[in-house]
């Protein structure tokens, strides 16, 4: 038992599926990466994971009540050698971050239901803050398998050798490795303090660059990170800060 219920209410029939998962991380990259996925392909809600020690409340969506964890799914079909194949696209998303005590179970949960619905790719997107010695925005990478890896070295995805990758996906990574499922952790360098739409879109490059048949168009998410500047740059002017400077909000 691991105390949450994973519903499913449409069986898509899929053989090979790729999943994305994304809640919320650093600046929200992953779960605004995520949503505006969802939105933009327009897909289905597949499932849904309730539990009674989430926040309660319910998603509506189209006037139908939700979990607040939803999963949604659509036909996608790709084919590339080397690289990802599938004949479904999963995405799990949530507003909320579960309480740290849950996230071991959660991700048990959701590789178990990945498992039995012919999920075979995993890509967890997830933030990471900027650090002093950055040169600028980066995107690393860990796998749980070789193929994953492999996968990774395909596109490009600087591979992270040393360090920590915390929460779901640090879970879901290595549950994965010792499941021996493939599991990407895409993770990207982003803002702490603010919703970062801009982050969430540089999270999404290698992302259609896997699976190109997406055709996701991010640029509504950059003018919206540029909507977001311009209001706090007339809120630093009002407080009498006219610097003009953006390096501080994006690096």
Excluded at 78 to 87: H, L, Q
Excluded at 187 to 202: E, F, N, Q, V, Y
Aim: proline fraction near 6%; charge should be negative.
């Amino acid at each position: 038992m691991t105390g949450f219920a994973v519903h499913k209410y449409k069986d898509m029939g899929w053989k090979e599926t790729v999943a994305v998962v994304g809640f919320p991380s650093i600046g929200l990259v992953s779960s605004i990466a995520a949503s505006f996925l969802a939105r933009s392909l327009e897909l289905d809600v597949i499932g849904g994971i309730s539990s009674p020690e989430f926040p309660p409340y319910a998603v509506i969506q189209n006037g139908v009540p939700f979990p607040p964890v939803r999963i949604y799914g659509g036909d996608y079909r790709c084919d590339d050698e080397g690289g990802v194949d599938c004949d479904g696209l999963v995405v799990v998303t949530s507003e909320f971050l579960p309480k740290i005590e849950q996230h071991h179970n959660l991700a048990v949960s959701l590789l178990d239901w990945f498992d039995e619905n012919c999920v075979r790719t995993i890509i967890c997107l997830d933030g990471i803050p900027f650090t002093l010695d950055a040169d600028g925005p980066r995107i690393l990478g860990v796998g749980s398998t070789v193929a994953a890896d492999d996968i990774m070295a395909k596109y490009s995805i600087e591979r992270l050798d040393d360090g920590l990758v915390r929460g779901m996906s640090g879970v879901m990574l290595s549950e994965g490795a010792m499941r021996d499922m493939d599991v990407l952790a895409i993770l990207g360098t982003a803002r702490a303090d603010i919703p970062d739409p801009r982050g969430a879109a540089r999270l999404m490059e290698p992302l259609t660059r896997m699976i190109p048949e997406l055709k996701i168009d991010t640029e509504p998410l950059y003018k919206e990170a540029e909507e977001i500047e311009r209001r706090i740059e007339m809120s630093a002017a009002a407080l009498g800060n006219t610097s003009g400077n953006k390096d501080f909000l994006y690096g």
